[in-house]
């Protein structure tokens, strides 16, 4: 997956701190970039088995201070064999693969049962497309951001949860982000939440793979970030 924007790669996410579970054994991070976020959860875990899979090659000596294991690949081709994991990141990933129902699945499938699951994905019900759409009848693609001209799928907040659902996950908590601007906040004041879905720039969301005993799916506790 090719990035115009260098700094792309080494962003950390630490807007998903509070989806982290109490404890990690092995961390498994999809897309990985240059390590920078698996690097911060070393500090927050520090024994724990680190895991990158990105696709980047010039990522791979930032990867090897930052994991145990690396592996460089097209995440559209077979996965390699790496031990089950139980925290899982595809943090801006799955809108890039061919197939990111098939590969979440499989991923799911080689995860540890209980395994927690964070997933972010862009919001094409954000204004900065919507409006276009029904102003114009149009939308043009761009070089990052949520119409980045790399993302082979689009998804709102119902078909992030349906794509992991699919796979075999409970949602239990999100992150509508994006929405730390004072007129992002106030219009979602004025609106009493009305334009949420359409003031929230990405989903992030905390799925679990359910273990024997299985939880009944309840409502996913969402916060603004």
Known sequence: MAVSD???????????????????????????????????LGERYPAARRIALEGEE????????AAHEVHILDLNAPLPAFPAA?????????EHLVNAQAVLGTLVARSAPGATFIVSLPNVAHLSVALPLILHGRFEYQDAGILDRTHLHFFTRDSALSLLTGAGLRPVAGVLAGMSGPKSRLLDRLTLGFLRTRLARQHIVAAIRPGAAAEPPGPVRWVLE
Do not use: F, K, N
């Open 6 to 40: 260098p700094g792309y790669y080494t962003i950390v996410r630490r807007e998903i701190e509070h989806l982290l579970p109490d404890a990690a054994e092995v961390i498994l991070d999809v897309g990985s970039g240059a390590g920078g976020t698996l690097a911060w």
């Open 58 to 65: 010039s990522c791979r000596r930032a990867l090897e201070a």
């Open 86 to 94: 139980d925290l899982v990141l595809c943090l801006d990933v799955l």
